[in-house]
């Protein structure tokens, strides 16, 4: 368990390098900018900017060994040549850099003890996630490998991501990390913002972000303790949706302030980053890009300059783009598996294999227990759909979600005035972005009800509105008393050290609870051993099948569940082009 902890810390130092390089350049474009990113931006960052050089290496070279190696020391290797930038961005927000450390160190190992009891809870990380990351590690990128198992043509970041996060390190601990990382910088982002300003400034989104993080830890919503270790995109888009609507809240809460203008600048840049990264770590994220609607609220207001927007643009292409570049290699399509985003390309899928999956991904949402031909054809499906939701294992955080949600409104509704809620806080444009928000995220639920609504895909959907009412109508005081003290002391220095003190107390002891053998294991990690057998040669490249099942997990590649005939691979420069039948 110590050495998974271990393993996300250095991860999350690879990262938080990569971070500091990129916040460089943009404060060279926009100089002020790093006043609105908190330390776990920085890893935000990196984790982008070790997409990107993942995405465009892979083109290349093979991702794990020495590559991987190589990318991940030189990250740490920047954060160590950086380390008056660290702890520029701790000041920033009032936070010393032993409390940061702190925080940081105590997630880590944390989140990173969850890894190993839950390498096997997601099926598709047998079925394809890991057969997909060690496509990435050992063979350059293959044009067309859609056509050897169609799911290798889901373009999904965190698959050459992952690879160069195994670090070139025996095995596939580092690559299993996504998950925790991301949760990790989501921890330090939100806490560092809630504990950073006196007042009721910001109020709003610190107490939307802390619900977001208490969610995600304690409570089935993101399905962490089951698919931490799980290279899968889910549980990262679901995250970064949710965090992406904490920034917009952000940025809502600090129109007007005068003083706060750095602020909204960096806020509004982050906003972009992370919309972009939760689409290209999964394409159902797509409606997240509707709050970018919020900046440019912003602009028109006259909060944030022409050149805040730009930059954030910016930094969206050069995310977006590589990776639709991507996805036209390995599938033909701009969005697989959505047969008319499919480009003329030799390599492209039969046109009927993407249909047929669309199909099944629409209908397996709907009813798993029926084909496609049978659930498409009406709303039959829908009363049994419905009849499976009292047995989601979310429901009960949304039935006490709800609850509190009907017991703040009835206060208010009765005490009126008298009590203080955080809408009271807030100038008049900071209350009516809170109609934009609901809206998009009204939109978000009718993509994934429309697309495929298996409850689990649209989880961060569906929490939003009960999210976003808490966020709005928890009460602060009383019209007569005064509300700021509870804020100026959470604002304070000593406050912060004591909550970076308290959760690595934490830490300490919910590790303290394992057996020795357990905590000091030099193999945290142990996948399911398959039983394959060879199907033949693709370019050189030995084909497998499972002889039970469908999955594959760590089996020798390339190993798919079952192997289409007639395929053709022909040598494409340092490459292949593998086609389906004509």
């Given at each position: 368990?110590?050495?998974?902890?271990?393993?996300?810390?250095?991860?999350?130092?690879?990262?938080?390098?990569?971070?500091?390089?990129?916040l460089?350049?943009?404060?060279?474009l926009n100089?002020?900018?790093?006043r609105g990113?908190?330390?776990g931006?920085?890893?935000?960052?990196?984790?982008?900017?070790?997409?990107?050089v993942?995405?465009?290496?892979?083109?290349?070279?093979?991702?794990?060994?020495?590559?991987?190696?190589?990318v991940?020391l030189?990250?740490i290797g920047l954060?160590?040549?950086?380390?008056?930038?660290?702890?520029r961005?701790?000041?920033?927000?009032?936070?010393g850099?032993?409390?940061?450390?702190l925080?940081?160190?105590?997630?880590?190992?944390r989140?990173?003890?969850?890894?190993?009891?839950?390498?096997?809870?997601?099926?598709d990380t047998?079925l394809y996630?890991l057969?997909a990351?060690r496509?990435v590690?050992e063979?350059?990128?293959?044009?067309?490998s859609a056509?050897?198992?169609?799911?290798?043509?889901?373009n999904?970041?965190?698959?050459?991501?992952?690879?160069?996060?195994?670090?070139g390190?025996?095995?596939l601990?580092?690559?299993?990390?996504?998950?925790a990382?991301l949760?990790?910088?989501?921890?330090?982002?939100?806490?560092?913002r809630?504990l950073?300003?006196?007042?009721?400034?910001?109020?709003?989104?610190?107490?939307?972000?802390?619900?977001?993080?208490?969610l995600?830890?304690?409570?089935?919503?993101?399905i962490?303790?089951?698919?931490?270790?799980?290279?899968n995109?889910d549980?990262?888009?679901?995250?970064?949706?949710?965090?992406?609507?904490?920034?917009?809240?952000?940025?809502?809460?600090?129109?007007?302030?005068?003083?706060?203008a750095?602020?909204r600048?960096g806020t509004?840049?982050?906003?972009a980053?992370?919309a972009?990264?939760?689409?290209?770590?999964?394409?159902?994220?797509?409606p997240?890009?509707l709050?970018?609607?919020?900046p440019?609220?912003?602009?028109?207001?006259?909060?944030l300059?022409?050149?805040?927007?730009?930059?954030g643009?910016?930094?969206?292409?050069a995310?977006g783009?590589p990776w639709?570049?991507?996805?036209v290699?390995?599938?033909?399509?701009?969005?697989?598996?959505?047969p008319?985003?499919?480009l003329p390309?030799p390599?492209?899928?039969?046109?009927?294999?993407?249909?047929?999956d669309?199909d099944?991904?629409?209908?397996?949402?709907?009813?798993?227990?029926?084909s496609?031909e049978?659930?498409?054809?009406?709303?039959?499906?829908?009363?049994?759909?419905?009849?499976?939701l009292?047995?989601?294992?979310s429901?009960?955080?949304?039935?006490?979600l709800?609850?509190?949600?009907?017991?703040?409104l009835?206060?208010?509704?009765?005490?009126?005035?008298?009590?203080v809620?955080?809408?009271?806080?807030?100038?008049?444009?900071?209350?009516?972005d809170?109609l934009?928000?609901m809206?998009?995220?009204?939109?978000?639920?009718?993509?994934?009800?429309?697309s495929?609504?298996?409850?689990?895909?649209?989880?961060?959907?569906?929490?939003?509105?009960?999210?976003?009412?808490?966020?709005?109508?928890?009460p602060?005081?009383?019209?007569?008393?005064?509300?700021?003290?509870?804020?100026?002391t959470?604002?304070?220095?000593?406050?912060?050290?004591?909550?970076?003190?308290?959760?690595?107390?934490?830490t300490?002891?919910?590790?303290?609870g394992?057996?020795?053998?357990?905590?000091?294991?030099?193999?945290?990690?142990?996948?399911?051993?398959?039983?394959v057998?060879p199907?033949g040669?693709?370019?050189?490249?030995?084909i497998?099948?499972p002889?039970?099942g469908?999955?594959c997990w760590?089996?020798?590649?390339?190993?798919?569940?079952?192997r289409?005939?007639?395929?053709?691979?022909?040598?494409?420069?340092?490459?292949?082009?593998?086609?389906?039948p004509?």
């Open positions: 368990m110590l050495m998974a902890g271990v393993v996300v810390l250095l991860g999350a130092m690879t990262c938080l390098g990569y971070g500091l390089l990129a460089r350049l943009a404060e060279r100089p002020g900018v790093a990113v908190t330390v931006d920085l890893g935000i960052l990196g984790y982008v900017v070790l997409g990107l993942a995405t465009m290496g892979h083109v290349f070279v093979p991702l794990g060994g020495l590559p991987a190696a190589a991940c030189l990250g954060l160590l040549g950086q380390w008056r930038g660290l702890a961005q701790t000041d920033a927000f009032g936070w850099m032993a409390a940061t450390l925080l940081l160190l105590a997630a880590c190992l989140l990173g003890a969850m890894i190993p009891a839950s390498t096997r809870g997601h099926f047998g996630h057969q990351v496509l590690m063979f350059p990128l293959i044009l067309g056509n050897i198992h169609m799911r290798f043509g889901y999904s970041a965190v698959f050459p991501t992952a690879a160069l996060l195994s670090g390190l025996p095995g601990l580092g690559a299993l990390t996504t998950n990382l949760m990790v910088f989501v921890i330090l982002a939100v806490t560092q809630a950073s300003r006196a007042g009721a400034i910001g109020l709003r989104s610190s107490l939307f972000g802390l619900l977001v993080v208490g995600a830890l304690f409570t089935p919503l993101l962490l303790r089951v698919w931490m270790g799980s290279p995109s549980v990262p888009s679901a995250l970064m949706v949710l965090y992406g609507f904490h920034l917009a809240l952000r940025l809502s809460d600090l129109g007007g302030i005068a003083s706060a750095p602020e600048a509004a840049a982050m906003l980053v992370v972009a990264l939760a689409v290209t770590l999964k394409l159902s994220a797509l997240v890009v709050l970018m609607a919020i440019a609220l912003a602009w028109r207001r006259g909060w300059a022409g050149r805040d927007i730009a930059l643009a910016g930094a969206a292409l995310i783009l639709l570049a991507r996805g290699a390995t599938s033909g399509c701009l969005a697989y598996p959505q008319s985003s499919c390309v390599w492209r899928i039969n046109a009927a294999v993407a249909q047929s669309v099944w991904m629409r209908s397996w949402a709907r009813r798993p227990d029926a496609p049978t659930v498409l054809a009406d709303w039959s499906w829908l009363p049994d759909w419905v009849g499976r009292a047995i989601e294992p429901r009960p955080t949304f039935l006490v709800g609850g509190l949600v009907a017991v703040l009835a206060a208010r509704l009765l005490l009126g005035q008298r009590l809620v955080v809408a009271d806080t807030l100038p008049g444009a900071a209350r009516r809170m934009v928000l809206a998009i995220a009204g939109a978000g639920i009718a993509f994934w009800f429309i495929a609504p298996l409850v689990r895909y649209g989880q961060s959907w569906l929490v939003l509105p009960l999210l976003l009412l808490i966020a709005q109508v928890a602060v005081g009383w019209r007569s008393s005064r509300a700021a003290g509870a804020f100026a959470m604002a304070r220095p000593r406050f912060r050290t004591g909550v970076a003190l308290a959760l690595g107390v934490a300490l002891a919910s590790l303290a394992n057996p020795p053998r357990r905590l000091f294991d030099p193999v945290p990690v142990t996948l399911p051993e398959v039983t057998e199907r040669e693709l370019a050189g490249i030995p497998h099948v002889r039970h469908n999955q760590d089996a020798p590649r390339l190993c798919t569940p079952d289409r005939d007639g395929l053709v691979a022909t040598p494409f420069l340092w490459t292949w082009m593998v086609r389906g004509s």
